[in-house]
């Protein structure tokens, strides 16, 4: 069954910040208008539900590649664009492929759509009262690492090339969450930084992620695939663009980004922009690569969805297999994390890939971190790696740094 709502349904809060990916220019004007939401085991196909509701609020989701209406109205009351959320599990069903286990946060949807007007919106406040239990993972370092040795024989094998393995834990919460998810959401580096809660705050996802799953603009559409990560030292830089293991994965990754933006009917031709280029977010150096291709005026949102989620760099090659094998070893599902979250636009689309990204639903709170598993990898590298990316998360959620290096 699928859910869209009007104002007079339920009571929307005011969002914590601005939403992920949404323009500079809305400032903290952002009032929810009407959601839609679809959770795994609804009807339909939720690439082209959410797009139909998207297109039902006069938001040009048919046709993307065309140039949109940039001097849409900034007055109060004027629709400035949605928030979209989609799930890994969604990205799944959007392609007929092996979605994971259930979502340790079923409170979430798995896509989720918001329409925003510009208003005058109540602040929040600054107050925290929030205090963190602690962590509990749902699996063991030792089983982290033999997954990833699962992995490496899977690939010994022949079955795949390359895997994204990813781990989850939670803790327990008391008090209001809103200062600690804005910290999350502070984090630097963090492309997408911000939070968006569901209807009557049940819910929140708190974004940090650096990574673009697909963005369209001017024309064209582009992904930046984010594969290889070191400290954010010197020492760091320097083994980052030295490891020869970290380059063939990135690598692996990028082909298989441009294969899937070259599924795009009337694209092309599919360009690396930039390859292997070194970033920064937070405490860590990451690699990163900038791939496009000219976009067809009548490619719509849902064909977007279906070639991208769920997205090449938290999957693996080839992408039906690699999600065969996440489904079998990671023991819970991969609920908010994984997914894209961003902003469409009147005149572009703009969605993250949901890394570095926590949930809460009233009781816990929740994380996911991992990494891209090939045949070189160290297993015990690999379960510090995921470690070094939660780092940030739980200490900007237990306040214990602002997410400076």
């Known amino acids: 069954m699928v859910h869209a709502h009007g104002l007079g349904d339920h009571s929307p809060v005011p969002p914590l910040g601005a939403p992920p990916g949404a323009p500079a220019s809305c400032g903290a004007r952002h009032h929810a208008l009407r959601t839609f939401q679809w959770f795994r085991g609804d009807s339909g196909d939720p690439a082209e539900l959410v797009t139909a509701f998207l297109e039902g609020n006069g938001l040009p989701v048919r046709k993307l590649g065309r140039t949109g209406d940039k001097d849409r109205p900034d007055g109060h009351g004027a629709i400035c664009g949605a928030s979209l959320y ?194 920064r977010w937070s405490g860590l150096w990451q690699a990163e690569s900038v791939v496009s291709a000219a976009l067809d005026g009548d490619v719509g949102l849902a064909e977007l969805l279906r070639a991208v989620c769920p997205g090449g760099s938290v999957t693996g090659a080839p992408k039906h297999a690699a999600l065969d094998r996440i489904a079998a070893l990671e023991p819970v599902g991969r609920g908010a994390s994984m997914g894209g979250l961003g902003w469409i636009g009147h005149d572009h689309v703009d969605l993250g890939l949901s890394i570095r990204t926590v949930a809460v639903d009233g009781a816990r709170v929740h994380a996911w971190a991992g990494g891209g598993i090939t045949a070189d990898s160290d297993p015990a590298d690999e379960v510090a790696e995921a470690a070094a990316k939660a780092g940030p998360l739980r200490a900007a959620l237990a306040g214990t740094v602002t997410g400076a290096a």
């Open 86 to 279: 989609v799930s890994a599990d969604a990205g799944c069903v959007m392609i007929n492929a092996t979605a994971g286990g259930p979502s340790p946060v079923p409170a979430v949807p798995d896509v989720y759509a918001v329409i925003w007007v510009h208003a005058d919106v109540p602040s929040q406040g600054s107050t925290d009262d929030w205090e963190l239990g602690s962590w509990h993972a749902s699996w063991t370092p030792q089983e982290h690492a033999g997954a990833v040795q699962d992995v490496r024989d899977a690939i010994g094998r022949g079955d795949v090339y390359q895997v994204n393995v990813v781990g989850h834990a939670s803790a327990p919460y008391t008090g209001n969450p809103a200062a600690a998810l804005r910290r999350v959401a502070a984090l630097p580096g963090a492309r997408y930084g911000g939070v968006l809660a569901g209807p009557g705050g049940r819910w929140a996802i708190a974004t940090a992620s650096p990574e673009t799953l697909v963005e369209v603009r001017d024309g064209r559409v582009i992904t930046r695939p984010i594969k290889g990560t070191r400290p954010a030292t010197a020492a760091g830089h320097r083994e980052l663009l030295a490891s020869a293991k970290e380059r063939a994965e990135h690598i692996m990754i990028v082909d298989l980004e441009r294969n899937d933006l070259a599924r795009l009917p009337g694209t092309g031709p599919v360009r690396v922009d930039e390859l292997f280029a070194v970033r």
